[in-house]
């Protein structure tokens, strides 16, 4: 089974702090991607990844970066943390097929609290 | 208006009842997920499709391209399908979905 291992399930961090989030998949795949999950808002993607050292902006992609040195782990950024990107955190992975991805498998998510 | 609405929003059902769970999108898609949240965050993909209907287990999907609609069946419920149902669409660009907001199922004895 693939397997998309999120670095820390909890994570409290004070306000301007900088904050890395590691993500890190086991099953060789291209595509690896973070969103943040918000009450009423659903899964917003923030950046993928589709190959090693190639990143892509999603639809929220202000106040973070990203960086995938290696295939297998895509980091994710908080260059200055504000109260805003308290949120769930979580990376997934897959294979893209013309039809779609392939694989797609989620982290279990880390839960950002900036105070 | 979201490019991706689900409905209910929140549903109860009693276990072994037939569960529907709908899904309609507002733009030309390629494919669709299916996937599934229990508390604590962890989602798993239950089913990919871009055309027809597919089966696993207790679970049916289908989905009417021209109709934009895609819908999820749960038969015979059960406690442990207690969770929240989330669709997300393939709208142009490689590998981006868009989610819908999710449908929280609760199943109760």
């Known amino acids: 089974d693939v397997k998309v291992t999120q670095s820390s399930r909890y994570l409290v961090k004070r306000t301007g702090e900088k904050v890395f989030l590691e993500c890190v998949q086991d099953m060789d795949h291209e595509n690896m991607f973070w969103y943040r999950q918000d009450p009423g808002l659903g899964l917003r993607l923030i950046y993928f990844?589709?190959?090693?050292?190639?990143?892509e902006k999603g639809d929220i992609p202000e106040g973070y970066s990203v960086s995938r040195e290696k295939k297998e782990r895509f980091s994710l950024i908080l260059e200055s943390a504000s109260t805003n990107q308290t949120s769930m955190y979580l990376c997934a992975s897959s294979l893209w097929d013309r039809e779609g991805d392939y694989g797609y498998t989620f982290g279990s998510g880390t839960r950002l609290t900036v105070v | 208006k979201n490019e991706v609405e689900q409905s209910p929003q929140n549903l109860t059902a009693q276990e072994g009842e037939f569960i529907t769970i709908n899904c309609s999108y507002s733009v030309g898609i390629s494919a669709l997920h299916w996937l599934q949240q229990h508390p604590g965050g962890g989602i798993v993909s239950l089913f990919m499709l871009s055309s027809g209907k597919k089966k696993h287990g207790r679970l049916i999907a289908t989905i009417n391209i021209q109709e934009k609609h895609s819908s999820l069946h749960i038969t015979a419920s059960h406690p442990r399908d207690s969770a929240v149902y989330i669709c997300?669409?393939?709208?142009?660009?490689?590998?981006?979905?868009?989610f819908g907001t999710g449908t929280r199922l609760q199943v109760t004895l």
């Open positions: 997300a669409v393939y709208t142009g660009t490689a590998s981006k979905l868009t």
């Open positions: 990844s589709y190959d090693v050292k190639m990143k």
